[in-house]
């Protein structure tokens, strides 16, 4: 999905250094980077933050996160490399004069990436103040830390504000799960593979499960996910981007826009959901006081600084379709939620049944085929098989049982380091590959299809389901696929973690 490879230098500079988003995921990538020897000789990499700090006070911090966040000890020789890279400019952030000073370390020659790690409400000011600056040409490339906005309102003045100074083609809107490998393998295994390719249809497929679970409450971040829910975090923008690449039509090619423009389709194909259908496909729960990991954790209502009546849902499942020839008839169940047994996140693809059953003496009822594409923690691809049991039956009857085909990435691929989404994503920037971008219009297609839901919801007088931390979600979560013979996929995840 690299179009163009393009390697030159360019100078990173990164708003909001200091912000747990850097300090966890952005400079531990950046070295890793360093270490796999991806970065351009003469690339540096500039700290932006409102912070009174030296140059060598911000190296020893930069050293102090990387070591605390990698997944190993320090390179030294690494480090050595990494660190002549580093500069730092204190900078107010939504104070134009205070931008004079990229004037003594950004070369104007060079490629500039900013990557605005900082909340999106001073993606405005931080673009006007470069724009005041007098640094912004074509070449500069803007990176956006999605959710972008409250609402599909509050998206287009974000977007408006950052497409004054930059065009489209200058924007990098970043979801850190199309970093991910297993979900970029989607693209490989669909199209790549004719026995996938041709039976990726409402002929042979039942329904699709899309599921992200997360065993961690809100974290102390109690007034940012208040506000936004379970459906904002996480809904409208990994589980809709993961949806869309395994409901795509086949791009023309492998360009950024051919990609986004399939991606667009299924966007704007999905079924409306409003008031008229919100208690059939759509369940919203809130975690209450429970054990996770054999560890008692207290209620979302008794979190710190937490508001009791409010009524923000940590847990959300939806029966969503696809109106389109592909998909007629085929629901899609997205499920996520906080406080539950595991953290994991998986697609599964449930193939429809034989319609004849020759095995009758084994199995009543042939189980469906499953192809599972497991995007964390254990990244891999399992297919669920019927096997005839070797072995000889005085009944001459064939005996069958279920079997796994499962390609485990950190067995398979176990000379090779599994890269975090983050470090494929800046790689890409740097490399000026929009492919695992989002474009404008797929963020406010979405936007537009989880308003009307959150609309719903807010002219409900329901209150959020309760369900007992440490559970897979409310009972109503269960129902939505047992009213249709079907069932969720978790009491496999248990058994095997």
């Known amino acids: 999905m690299v179009m163009d490879n393009s390697f030159e230098p360019c100078d990173f500079v990164l708003f909001g250094t200091m912000g747990d988003l850097s300090r966890r995921k952005l400079l531990p990538s950046l070295y890793q980077l360093e270490k796999a020897e991806l970065l351009h000789p003469d690339t540096t990499i500039i700290g932006v933050a409102r912070q009174a700090m030296t140059k060598d006070e911000y190296i020893a911090e930069v050293k102090s996160n990387i070591e605390k966040f990698s997944d190993k000890s320090l390179c030294e020789d690494t480090w050595k490399r990494l660190c002549e890279r580093l500069d730092y400019i204190q900078v107010d952030m939504k104070d134009i004069d205070s931008y004079k000073v990229f004037d003594d370390v950004v070369d104007p020659q060079r490629v500039m990436v900013c990557y605005l790690a900082t909340p999106p409400a001073i993606y405005g000011d931080i673009c006007r103040g470069l724009h005041g600056c007098n640094i912004i040409d074509s070449s500069v490339r803007v990176v956006l830390e999605k959710p972008i906005g409250h609402d599909l309102d509050s998206s287009k003045v974000i977007n408006d504000e950052v497409s004054e100074y930059f065009n489209e083609s200058q924007i990098y809107r970043i979801d850190h799960y199309l970093g991910k490998e297993t979900v970029l393998n989607l693209i490989a295994l669909r199209f790549a593979n004719s026995i996938f390719t041709t039976n990726w249809d409402h002929n042979c497929i039942d329904h699709v499960q899309i599921s992200v679970a997360e065993s961690v409450g809100i974290e102390g971040r109690w007034g940012y996910f208040d506000d936004a829910g379970q459906m904002r975090d996480m809904v409208q923008n990994h589980l809709l981007q993961i949806l869309s690449l395994v409901a795509m039509e086949p791009p023309a090619t492998l360009d950024a826009d051919s990609i986004r423009d399939e991606k667009l389709k299924v966007l704007k194909a999905l079924r409306p959901i409003n008031s008229s259908n919100i208690n059939d496909v759509t369940v919203r729960g809130q975690y209450t006081t429970g054990f996770v990991k054999g560890e008692e954790v207290p209620g979302y209502l008794e979190e710190e600084d937490a508001n009791t009546r409010s009524k923000t849902e940590t847990f959300v ?81 064939m005996d069958l049982q279920k079997s796994k085909l499962d390609l485990s990435f950190s067995e398979a691929f176990s000379e090779e380091r599994i890269p975090d989404a983050y470090e494929k994503l800046l790689l890409e920037v740097m490399l000026g590959n929009q492919a695992l971008f989002v474009r404008r219009d797929e963020v406010e297609q979405a936007w537009n299809w989880v308003d009307s839901i959150l609309e719903a919801w807010s002219n409900s007088s329901e209150p959020p389901e309760p369900y007992q931390a440490g559970t897979w979600g409310p009972v109503a979560s269960i129902g939505l696929l047992a009213r249709e013979n079907r069932s969720w996929y978790e009491s496999k995840l248990t058994k095997k973690r």
């Open 317 to 397: 499942a939806i029966k969503a379709e696809i109106d389109n020839w592909r998909w007629a008839g085929v629901p899609f169940y997205l499920r996520t939620g906080k406080r539950m047994p595991t953290k994991v996140s998986e697609v599964v693809i449930y193939f429809k049944r034989q319609p004849h059953n020759l095995f009758g003496d084994s199995f009543n009822s042939l189980p469906p085929n499953k192809l599972v594409i497991r995007l964390q923690p254990d990244e891999g691809v399992q297919i669920t098989v019927m096997n005839k049991i070797p072995g000889l039956t005085s009944s001459g009857s």
